[in-house]
């Protein structure tokens, strides 16, 4: 278990830790071992429907193996202010997190749970969270992702029939961007430059043509400041 040293009553329960007595092990263990179960059995697994090949995340597998797979619990029935609130403290130390040596920062992942949402008001506070906090979460370099029963009616990628964001448990998810994540951010020019500033001299071949006509609409440039 990680404890933020800016403020100690924020923690992180890794996934080893779900036997113990910490006293949100002990009140929310079932649905973090939900979570966690979840985890391994959708977001490490082929999905029919999802339209591509391969796990729903693809690096959900290894950020559990290699322990970078992190849990918070935000307690309480808090609206979507007070839910940006809670996920601001999380955006500022996950920037301070140092993942273990030979492990790759973009397997590391926080996900913050709101286990005591009732499921009726759980969309309206997830995704006021989520929109307020997505733009300085990608300014940051980091994406951050609504995840609640219903599911979320965003479409799939791949299937637009297809909803991906389904979980047993209302959370946010936090990650580091990747070049993928180009089809998340282009429709916001500032999320747009924030991406380019990161990966739009190098984005994905599939995507490069997709890139460069987007920065154009939006007078931007793909190659590297100097």
């Known amino acids: 278990m990680l404890t933020d040293p800016a403020d100690p009553s924020r923690v992180l329960i890794e996934t080893a830790d ?13 649905p973090l071992k939900e979570i966690v179960v979840w985890a391994r059995e959708y977001l490490c697994r082929p999905h029919a429907d999802l339209g591509r090949k391969g796990p ?24 979507g202010a007070e839910a940006v609130e809670a996920l601001d403290g999380y955006r500022d130390w996950f920037l301070r ?27 309206e ?15 940051e370099g980091l994406m951050i992702g609504e995840f609640y029963p219903g599911p979320p009616p965003k479409a799939g990628l791949w299937n637009p029939g297809f909803r991906p964001l389904g979980s047993p448990v209302p959370l946010l998810a936090i990650r580091h961007m990747v070049a993928t994540d180009f089809p998340f951010l ?41």
Not at 19 to 24: A, C, I, N, T
Not at 63 to 70: I, N, P, V
Not at 125 to 137: E, F, G, M, P
């Open 186 to 226: 282009r429709d916001d020019p500032g999320q747009f430059a924030a991406y380019l500033e990161r990966f739009g001299h190098r984005p994905p071949a599939a995507l490069r043509e997709e890139v460069q006509a987007v920065a154009r609409h939006y007078g931007l440039t793909t190659e590297p400041a100097t």
């Open 18 to 30: 779900l036997d113990g007595d910490h006293d949100l092990v002990r009140r929310y263990g079932v």
């Open 125 to 139: 506070v997830i995704d006021a969270a989520q929109d307020a906090l997505k733009s300085r979460y990608v300014s």
């Open 97 to 123: 997190l140092v993942s273990p040596p030979g492990v790759s920062a973009q397997y590391r992942t926080i996900l913050v749970l709101f286990p005591d949402l009732p499921e009726a008001a759980a969309a």
């Open 56 to 79: 729903v995340c693809p690096y959900a597998q290894t950020s559990l193996e290699r322990g970078t797979f992190y849990l918070g619990v935000r307690p309480g029935t808090p609206d």
